[in-house]
């Protein structure tokens, strides 16, 4: 049992950083569709996306 429930937190967390990238990409688009700058604003988002991952590397 010990080790299903090892398995399922790691599922969440995998899929908490996926949310946060969907998340940093969507408003990339939409706010580099409002600035003519498509390129620049998914580039925004997926550094949004990511920060979380970084943040919270160094935490056990």
Partial sequence: ???QDNKD????KDHSSNNYL???LSLGVAFGL???DLAL???CGV???CLPN???RGKK
């Fill in 34 to 36: 409002l600035l003519d």
């Fill in 54 to 56: 970084f943040k919270n």
């Fill in 22 to 24: 969907a998340v940093g």
């Fill in 9 to 12: 937190k790691n599922k969440k």
């Fill in 1 to 3: 049992m010990g080790m």
């Fill in 41 to 43: 604003g998914i580039a």
């Fill in 47 to 49: 550094i949004v996306g």
